[in-house]
C-alpha cells in the first residue's frame, strides 16, 4: 500500500506527530533524562523496559525487542494496519491523504470511513438542536426525570430523534447523498416497499464516540411504551460494531487518560448517572454481553476492571459470563472484581437512592475475583461429599488452567485444596518454576562488529552525523562491503532538511534494507554519547584506509603479474606513504 500515498506525506506526517504525546495517550510515561520510561504495553512486565528517545522519535523495548516509529506503535498497539495508520496520523493532524491511486480498493474504503464520520457528526447536531426545541420538551423532561442535568447532556451530545420518520431522509436528500450511501451510514433503514425512513424516531440518542471523539454510531432508548425496543443501536457498518464499541470512553479519557480503576456498566444511563456522582472511571458496553475486543480495549485503559451489572438475573449470570471471557488475558498484574447489586437494582437506580458516599462504598467492597469465582460453585454445590469435592476439582481446574497469570494459579490452587480437604505441597514447586522461567530469558545472537555496521548504526541512530561527511564522492567509489548501503542512507539524508530516526526507518520500510536497519537501529554499540561524532569521524577515517589497502593490494598483485606503468607506480607510492601514516593522518 505504500506505493499509493508519496512516502513525502508520510515523513510529513510523522514530523508533526509527537512519539512522546501519542503513545501517552495510551500509557503512562516517566521521564528519565533524556528519555521517556514506561511498563511495556506489550508484555507482562514488573520493571520498565520500554523507551522512548524524543529526539530520534523512536521506541524501544529491551524486554520483548518490539520498536518502530509511530506507524510502527498503532500497527502494534492498536492493531491497525499500515494504511489504518496513516489515517489515523492524518485524522489527527487534519490533513488530506494525497492518494496516487484513487480507485483502489482500500482507499475507497478509507474515503468511505470519512464521509460517514462526517455525515454522523453533523446528524449528531441535528439530534442535539431537537433536544432543546420546544414541541420536543418532553424528551428533555424525560431526561430530568431520570436524573440527568444539562451538563451531562452536553458533555455527551445527547439528543433527541423526531417522531416524524423522515427528517434525517429529508436532510441526507437535500444534500444529495444517493440511496446506497445513505443505508450505509446506518441511519436510515428501508421497508417492505423499498421505502427509506430514519431507523431512530422518537428516541433519546447517544452518540458513541471511538477514544478520538468521532462518532461510530448511536444508540437510541425509545419515549414510546408501546414500542418493542427499548434500546436499538447503530447496525453493523464500516465504523461500527457493538462488540467493537465502548460508550464514555472518549470523556474518559478526556478526564482521565490513565485511570487507576475502571467501572464497567450495562447501558447508557449507568454511565451518565454515575458520572454525576464523582465516579469519573465509569463506561458502558452496552448491554450484557462482553466481547473479546472489549476487555483488550479495557485492560489497555486500566489494569483494574470492576464489573457492576443490573441486580437481576440476567445482569448476574453477565457477570459470570464476563468472567469466563476475561481468564484467558486474567495475568498476575491484572485485577478484576465484581460489585453485585440488590436484585431489583442497577447502578442508575441505586447511586440515585443511596447517593455517592455509599456508592463509593461498595466499590471498596467489591466482591475479589477468587472470591465471586469460588462462590459462583459453592452457592450450587453443598461440599458434604467427596463426590461433590471431586465435582467442584473437574469444574474449577479447566478454568484455573486456562489463566496465564502463574500466580493467581497458584492461589486458586491453594483455595481449593482448602476447599475440598486436600492440602497439597505444590505452591513452592510452582513458585520455583516460575523463577526458573524468569532466569531463562531469550539469549539474542551479538551482532558481528564491523566498520560499516558501526558507520550505519550511528548515522540511523543520529542522521545529523550525515553533515559531518566530506568527500562523499571518494566515499561513492569504495570497494567495500556494505558501503552501498551506507551511501543510499548518506544521499537520502543529504536531500532532506531535517530528518529523525523514525522518519529514517519509515522511508526504507518494505525495502531489502528494513530488517538490519531495524537490528542496527536497536544495536547497542556502547559508544557514549560524548564519543559519538568523533567516532563516527575515526570510523570514515578506518574506511579511507580499509580502501587504501584494497587499492595498494590490486596493484601489488597486478606488479607480480604483469608489471606497472609510471602512474600506477607513482599511486603505489603514494598509497605506501598514506599507509604508513594511517594511525596518525586524518582524513575526514
Known sequence: MTEKIPKIFIQELLERTNLVELIGNYIILKKMGNNYHALCPFHQEKTPSFVINKSKQFFYCFGCNIHGNAIDF????????????????????????????????????????????????????????????????????????????????????IGYASIQKNQIIKYLTKKNIKKKNCLETGLVSINSYKELYD???????????????????????????????????????????????????????????????????????????????????????????????????????????????????????????????????????????????????????????????????RIKNAQSFYTFF????????????????????????????????????????????????????????????????????????????????????????????????????KIKKFHIQGISTFVKIVKYLSNSSYINTGQLLEHFRHTQYEKIFKKLLNWNNMISTKKITQTFLDLLNNLYIQESEYQYNLLITKEKNTGLNMSEKYKIFHLNKILSKKNTKKFF
Open 374 to 473: 469460588f462462590n459462583f460453585f459453592t452457592n450450587k454445590l453443598k461440599l458434604n461429599s467427596i463426590d461433590s469435592k471431586i465435582k467442584l476439582s473437574k469444574l474449577v481446574i479447566p478454568l484455573i488452567k486456562k489463566i496465564p497469570g502463574k500466580m493467581i494459579q497458584i492461589y486458586l490452587r491453594k483455595i481449593l485444596g482448602y476447599k475440598i480437604g486436600l492440602l497439597e505441597h505444590t505452591e513452592l514447586q510452582n513458585i520455583i518454576y516460575l523463577q526458573k522461567k524468569k532466569n531463562t530469558k531469550k539469549i539474542n545472537t551479538p551482532i558481528k562488529i564491523t566498520t560499516m555496521r558501526l558507520l550505519i548504526s550511528l548515522i540511523l541512530q543520529n542522521p545529523i552525523l550525515v553533515k559531518k561527511i566530506k568527500n562523499f564522492k
Open 199 to 361: 431507523r431512530f424516531y422518537h428516541r433519546i440518542i447517544f452518540p458513541i464516540r471511538n477514544q478520538y471523539g468521532k462518532i461510530n454510531g448511536f444508540g437510541g432508548r425509545t419515549l414510546n411504551i408501546n414500542n418493542t425496543a427499548k434500546y436499538i443501536n447503530s447496525p453493523e457498518s464500516l465504523i461500527f460494531s457493538k462488540k467493537k464499541n465502548i460508550y464514555g470512553l472518549y470523556e474518559l479519557y478526556q478526564k482521565i487518560p490513565h485511570p487507576p480503576k475502571l467501572l464497567i456498566v450495562e447501558g447508557y444511563l449507568d454511565v451518565l448517572s454515575l458520572i454525576q456522582h464523582n465516579i469519573p472511571y465509569v463506561v458502558g458496553i452496552m448491554g450484557t454481553t462482553l466481547s473479546k475486543y472489549q476487555v483488550n480495549i479495557l485492560f489497555k485503559i486500566s489494569s483494574n476492571l470492576i464489573f457492576c451489572y443490573d441486580g437481576d438475573k440476567i445482569g448476574q449470570e453477565a457477570h459470570w459470563k464476563s468472567l469466563l471471557l476475561i481468564l484467558p488475558y486474567l495475568y498476575d498484574s491484572r485485577t478484576i472484581k465484581f460489585i453485585i447489586l440488590p436484585k431489583f437494582e442497577d447502578p442508575h437506580s441505586i447511586i440515585f437512592k443511596e447517593g455517592e458516599k455509599k456508592f463509593k462504598k
Open 74 to 157: 498503532l500497527m502494534t498497539y492498536e492493531g491497525y494496519n499500515f494504511l489504518e495508520s496513516i489515517n489515523f496520523l492524518s485524522s489527527l493532524h487534519s490533513l488530506k491523504i494525497p492518494y496516487k491511486n484513487l480507485n483502489s480498493k482500500e482507499t475507497k474504503k478509507y474515503l468511505k470511513i470519512n464521509f460517514l464520520h462526517k455525515i454522523l457528526k453533523k446528524i449528531c447536531k441535528i439530534y442535539q438542536k431537537n433536544l432543546f426545541q420546544i414541541p420536543f420538551n418532553y424528551a428533555l423532561q424525560y431526561l430530568k426525570k431520570r436524573g440527568i442535568n444539562n451538563n451531562t447532556i452536553k458533555k455527551y451530545s
